[in-house]
């Protein structure tokens, strides 16, 4: 999927203002099944408020440093093989959904642009569409890898007699892979998994609130912290990574970044 200028729907998680710069924590689905950390605000006015649900207009700006590091990519422009999670992002305007409290209207696009549909080069997209279009393509590519190595042989060769039986197998390995991703997501509705789960008799007796962390104002702070939740450094370097750095020293080093900000990541993604 070729990565480019859109406006989609985001629930505002958090926002931070660090040395003049405006870092927004959101939840976009059409970006990935994770919330998208280190969003450059750079609209008009004030950023979103927390808990703000809006169309928002995203561009992307440079692929993200660790696949750069990764030897993914080399140099951080971006030239149409990125996936979504691969690329820096920036929020340049943000309308209200259905009447909420996103920023003022005076405040809802980026400079140089025009709301809606106006937005040059943007393009709408249904975010639980967008979600379920993107995993399906990495389904489909993935079910072509494995037809691939199933059919590959001891002398480098492969059992396929051509591409077209090779498809024919990666068509059924998709048609499963797809089938178990509608499962998970609760089928064509976009429900829940809990209310499949629900569908079929299972009842809710418990509900938990997500961990949060407590309040963690330098490294040292988040060292503390991290050793006694006895979360061991491979588990805490992989969340890391999974933002876009390889340390919590270089997060920490990258402005609008904070220790108490990657303590919520931490306190999200481990248990």
């Known amino acids: 999927m070729t990565v480019s200028v859109m406006e989609t729907q985001a629930k505002i998680l958090k926002v931070e203002n660090a040395r003049g710069r405006v870092s927004i924590e959101a939840d976009i689905p059409a970006l ?12 008009q006015g004030n ?4 808990g703000a649900e809006v169309l928002a207009t995203m561009s992307p700006t440079t692929r993200q440093s660790r696949f750069l590091k990764d030897g993914t990519f080399t140099g951080e422009a971006i030239d149409g093989e990125e996936m979504p999670w691969q690329v820096n992002w920036e929020m340049t305007g943000a309308k209200p959904l259905g009447g909420g409290n996103g920023t003022r209207s005076g405040d809802s696009t980026g400079s140089g642009q025009t709301s809606g549909s106006g937005v040059p080069g943007a393009v709408y997209v249904d975010a639980n569409l967008r979600h379920r279009v993107d995993a399906q393509m990495i389904n489909d590519r993935e079910a072509v890898r494995l037809a691939i190595a199933f059919g590959a042989t001891a002398e480098g060769g492969n059992i396929w007699g051509d591409v077209d039986e090779m498809l024919a197998q990666a068509t059924t390995i998709a048609t499963w892979l797809n089938t178990r991703f509608e499962v998970r997501m609760g089928g064509d509705s976009g429900s829940s998994l809990v209310a499949e789960a629900q569908s079929l008799g299972a009842v809710v007796t418990d509900v938990k609130a997500a961990p949060e962390a407590p309040e963690v104002k330098n490294e040292a702070d ?8 006895g979360w061991s450094r491979e588990e805490v370097i992989a969340v890391i990574q999974s933002v876009g750095a390889d340390s919590a020293s270089e997060y920490l080093a990258t402005g609008g970044h904070t220790a108490q900000g990657l303590a919520s990541i931490l306190a999200e993604r481990l248990p």
């Open 32 to 43: 990935g099944q994770y919330p998208t950390h280190f969003i450059r605000w750079s609209g």
């Open 222 to 229: 988040l060292r503390a912290w991290v050793e006694k939740r």
């Open 47 to 50: 950023a979103p408020p927390i």
